[in-house]
């Protein structure tokens, strides 16, 4: 033999020669890390793959949303939708300015009606001297039918000298009234219907 001992002798004293235990100690660190390791990973798949799901959830929603609103949407229908906007749109515009206008016209004739009350004012209530004369000087008749006309309210004689017709003229609203005139109704009653209709 080429050793004087025991070969097993030697390799049992050669063993206990060695440290291993810090070694030991490392591969169970190592271990543990890659446990952990494992253990974020698979934690980590987990979160994604339900974040897939939920994702995959709201595109199929969206996706069927989609499909329904490009079903149900018409081109031709959005454009006369369009072109019914404009129309009110002008509409209303010109209606704007039809009031605006007519608004300046009223602010016009309020100022003009303005001055003839200041001017009346002044005359006072018999008016001023040449009124007066010439308020004296006319017919009863005439001047009746000058107040009636003033009002807006034309009256026609029929053969007899009677009146028989009324025409009533309402110059705000754009109305025309023709209203016979019955004997077996009052005068009362007439003016309160002349007045109704002014």
Same mark, same amino acid.
């Given at each position: 033999?080429?050793?004087?001992?025991?070969?097993?002798?030697?390799?049992?004293?050669?063993?206990g020669n060695?440290?291993?235990?810090p070694?030991?100690?490392?591969?169970? /660190?190592i271990?543990?890390?890659l446990?952990?390791?494992?253990?974020?990973?698979?934690?980590r798949? /987990? $979160?994604?793959?339900?974040?897939l799901?939920?994702l995959? /959830?709201n595109?199929?929603?969206?996706?069927?949303?989609?499909a +329904?609103t490009?079903?149900?949407?018409s081109?031709?229908?959005?454009?006369?939708? *369009?072109?019914e906007?404009?129309?009110?749109?002008?509409r209303?515009?010109?209606?704007?300015s039809?009031?605006? *206008? =007519?608004?300046? !016209?009223?602010?016009? $004739?309020?100022?003009?009606?303005?001055g !003839?009350?200041?001017?009346?004012?002044?005359?006072?209530? +018999?008016?001023? $001297?040449?009124?007066?004369? !010439? /308020?004296?000087? =006319?017919?009863?008749?005439v001047?009746?039918?000058?107040?009636?006309r003033?009002?807006?309210? =034309?009256? $026609?004689?029929?053969?007899?000298?009677?009146?028989?017709k009324?025409? *009533?003229r309402n110059? !705000?609203k754009?109305?025309?009234?023709?209203?016979?005139?019955?004997?077996k109704?009052?005068r009362?009653?007439?003016?309160?219907y002349f007045?109704?209709t002014?």
């Open positions: 033999m080429l050793l004087d001992e025991d070969p097993a002798t030697l390799i049992h004293h050669t063993i060695f440290n291993i235990h070694d030991k100690t490392a591969v169970s /660190r271990h543990e890390s446990s952990t390791l494992h253990q974020a990973r698979d934690l798949i /987990r $979160e994604a793959e339900s974040a799901k939920k995959t /959830r595109l199929n929603t969206l996706s069927s949303q989609h +329904e490009v079903s149900s949407h081109s031709a229908t959005h454009a006369s939708q *369009i072109v906007l404009d129309t009110q749109k002008f209303i515009a010109k209606a704007a039809d009031l605006e *206008i =007519e608004g300046e !016209r009223l602010e016009a $004739e309020l100022e003009g009606l303005k !003839r009350l200041q001017e009346l004012e002044l005359q006072g209530v +018999e008016g001023d $001297e040449m009124e007066k004369v !010439r /308020r004296e000087s =006319e017919d009863p008749t001047l009746k039918l000058k107040v009636y003033s009002l807006g309210i =034309e009256v $026609e004689a029929d053969g007899g000298g009677n009146y028989s009324a025409m *009533i110059s !705000r754009g109305d025309v009234h023709v209203v016979n005139i019955d004997p109704f009052s009362f009653f007439y003016a309160n007045w109704q002014l």
